[in-house]
């Protein structure tokens, strides 16, 4: 069993591997890999089922989400998460105009979002630097998801592009697992 020094050096290392492949990968790729995963959440039933949706506002170099958001907003309720401290706050999305960016990360978030303060969710779809199959997943390292995935109830969809599709993610007993991951398929 690895002892916890080894596993945060193990995931460590693997952030980094992945932000070698971040920067070798082709930009184009990210709207057609992007699409590809968001074509399979929309077929999914449990999408199709779902009236609230966790998201996120994708950074640069993510499964970008932008366009996915815009286009449900107005089917079903859009959660995005707002950094406030070292949580995530959960707030309702109500169009382009309540982002606005943050003062934690420089980020757009939606400031200007009604607070959501339901526990259950029908639908979560979850960024991470890494997943393997097995459903394990490595956020940046802040832990943010996590403790949010501890606090609500959610069937969690790990989305991520080809390069963040890797053999074993290392964990920890910290660490939400999966239920699903979603990654490009059939390109």
Not at 87 to 101: K, N, Q, T
Not at 120 to 140: E, Y
Not at 156 to 161: A, D, Q, S, T
Not at 168 to 185: A, G, W
Request: aromatic share 10%; charged share 30%; with cysteine.
């Amino acid at each position: 069993m690895e002892t916890n020094e080894l596993i945060k050096e193990n995931k460590e290392a693997l952030r980094k591997e992945i932000k070698v492949k971040k920067s070798a990968f082709n930009k184009e790729n990210y709207p057609i890999e992007s699409d590809n995963v968001f074509a399979q959440i929309e077929q999914s039933p449990a999408f199709k089922e779902a009236k609230t949706v966790l998201a996120y506002w994708s950074l640069p170099k993510e499964v970008e989400t932008h366009r996915f958001v815009d286009k449900w907003y107005k089917h079903k309720t859009i959660i995005l998460p707002l950094v406030v401290g070292d949580i995530l706050e959960l707030r309702v999305y109500s169009g382009p105009d309540c982002m606005v960016v943050g003062p934690s990360f420089g980020i757009l978030e939606p400031q200007k979002g009604e607070i959501f303060t339901e526990q259950s969710i029908d639908f979560g779809i979850i960024p991470g630097m890494a997943f393997d199959l097995k459903g394990n997943r490595i956020g940046r390292g802040k832990g943010y998801y996590d403790k949010l995935l501890k606090t609500i109830s959610v069937p969690k969809f790990g989305v991520c592009l080809s390069f963040q599709l890797v053999d074993s993610v290392p964990v920890d007993h910290y660490d939400i697992t999966m239920d699903r991951v979603i990654y490009p398929k059939n390109l």
